[in-house]
């Protein structure tokens, strides 16, 4: 579903011409609208630069003339994921497929609440950019000398290539890094997952666990936290990162405390991650999809319909995802195990999380 984000206020809209129309057709952008969003700070980053922003009204006003070119009359607002993919195609013809057209059209699809657009352009940003962190990674461990011996003539893959053509790249990535330096050392750099965030974003969680009696409370807690903020992207109609939440989602996690929280087990706390696309993942019956729609990787879960196995040892960038959390909230380094992953054959991706020793006396009240 998407909607018009004009404001019914009557504030004016940016009208311009499409200088890439040679007939000049009239395109409008609801800058002041978008700028508005931008301030609030709720669905994008906050202090963007005016310079930012100029660059992403630049980048929509030229994605409005292509609709209108593509189908006279439509907007930004009608747009769907084949539109984005045109787009994007276009784009890394003329060698312009880069992080901030990426950022610009996602951040003003979401100011839409176009949730088809939205969903397109995280997909074909996500892969790439993964791809890109995990070679800093490399080089950050490893030195730049080292790192150029490890990866040799490797190069992450544009912005913008699309998802079936991710799972060969990043093959060859881990072929590269597993040769080099073995699957210990492979894991030690995929553990550092470019999706987690640093430690100040989980001030919440680290706040939770300090007033709790135990890990136990902690954990019934976060998941009392977690089923509330899925109610509130239900409620709003809005992604929760790249899907929609519905009411079987919402009861199917209330059901199960190991999905955005965990549930301890001795000195261990177990999680569960909530699937991908669990919309479909409920709905699927067959195993080989309903494994597809779990998966969360951008580099490989297209190899899973495909039929082609990837190194066991990718899942650990989602293993370094699930504990950067508990790391942030308990204040010490903590050990993880994959125990379960769509990537392996599964149908849902488990991890077994160790309490550090000087936390094991507040396991339980």
């Known amino acids: 579903m998407t ?63 292509f609709l209108s070119r593509r189908s006279p009359g439509r907007r930004f607002e009608d747009a769907r994921a084949n539109d984005v993919k045109a787009f994007v195609r276009k784009l890394s013809k003329e060698g312009r497929c880069t992080f901030d057209n990426f950022i610009g059209l996602l951040r003003y699809s979401r100011f839409l609440n176009n949730v088809d657009a939205e969903q397109a352009l995280i997909v074909l940003w996500d892969g790439p950019s993964v791809l890109s962190e995990m070679c800093k990674n490399v080089e950050q461990k490893y030195g730049k000398e080292r790192s150029a011996e ?8 544009p912005v913008g290539m699309p998802p079936k053509r991710m799972p060969k790249s990043t093959s060859d990535f881990l072929s590269r890094l597993e040769s080099a330096v073995g699957g210990e050392g492979a894991r030690q750099v995929l ?13 919440d969680r680290k706040k939770a666990f300090r007033e709790a009696k135990s890990v136990d409370e902690f954990l019934r807690t976060l998941h009392e936290s977690y ?29 199960n405390q190991e999905i955005g929280a965990g549930v301890r087990k001795g000195n261990e706390i177990y999680c569960t991650k909530v699937p ?47 504990k950067a959390p508990f790391e942030a909230a308990f ?11 769509a990537l392996w054959g599964d149908t849902l991706c488990r991890f077994a999380i160790e309490i550090p020793e000087g936390l094991k006396k507040r396991l339980s009240a």
């Open 3 to 65: 909607r018009s984000c004009r404001n019914p206020e009557g504030s004016t809209l940016y009208c311009g011409p499409d200088s890439s129309s040679a007939r000049g057709r009239l395109i409008i952008v609801d800058e002041k609208g978008f700028r508005r969003f931008v301030r609030e700070g709720k669905r994008v980053a906050k202090g963007l630069t005016e310079e930012t922003i100029k660059s992403h009204v630049r980048t929509v006003k030229e994605f409005e003339g």
């Open 150 to 157: 490890i990866l040799g003539a490797y190069r992450p893959p």
């Open 191 to 203: 553990i550092k997952s470019p999706h987690a965030s640093p430690p100040s974003a989980y001030a």
């Open 227 to 255: 089923i509330e903020e899925l109610r509130g992207y239900m409620e709003q109609g809005t992604l929760y990162f790249n899907q929609p939440i519905n009411k079987d989602v919402l009861d199917w996690v209330k059901a």
């Open 276 to 322: 991908y696309m669990a919309i479909e993942y409920l709905r699927e019956k067959d195993r080989t999809m309903k494994r597809y729609y779990c998966c969360h990787c951008p580099l490989a879960r297209e190899s899973i319909p495909a039929g082609k196995e990837m190194s066991r040892n990718l899942c650990y960038c989602s293993a370094g995802y699930e």
């Open 331 to 341: 204040g010490k380094p903590v050990k993880i195990r994959v125990l379960k992953a």
